[in-house]
Nanobody, 124 residues
Framework: QVRLMESGGGLVQPGGSLRLSCAASGRVSTLAGMGWYRQAPGKQREFVAKSGFNGNTKYADSLKGRFTISADISRNNAQNTVFLQLNSLPPAATAVYYC??????????????WGQGPQVTVSS
């Protein structure tokens, strides 16, 4: 069982920045990637960004240019880490940010492990 530990959330003023970190303990030989979702109050969880084990990254279209994902992930690592840099934050970015790790269960399907999610609050 992979355990994901996140850090870096908190209160930030509008226009400010935060950096979220997520560390996944345990080697994952079928690792597909790691990334982030977020869930704002009263809204559904939405995709933010993902980094594949091959280095490819993907962002939600609405967040490109403002959020940056980086990762140190490999199928040989005893610990895999993913980061999310949040810049120019508006109040609408207030949400719980959930880290996830994807692992292949067969050639085409994956299963996800989730972190507890740090709270990010953007407010003056």
């Amino acid at each position: 069982q992979v355990r994901l530990m996140e850090s870096g959330g908190g209160l930030v003023q509008p226009g400010g920045s935060l950096r979220l970190s997520c560390a996944a303990s345990g080697r994952v030989s079928t690792l597909a990637g790691m990334g982030w979702y977020r869930q704002a109050p009263g809204k559904q969880r939405e995709f933010v960004a993902k980094s594949g084990f091959n280095g490819n990254t993907k962002y939600a279209d609405s967040l490109k240019g403002r959020f940056t994902i980086s990762a140190d992930i490999s199928r040989n690592n005893a610990q895999n880490t993913v980061f999310l840099q949040l810049n120019s934050l508006p109040p609408a970015a207030t949400a719980v940010y959930y880290c996830f790790l994807l692992a292949f269960t067969d050639l085409t399907r994956t299963t996800a492990s989730w972190g507890q999610g740090p709270q990010v609050t953007v407010s003056s």
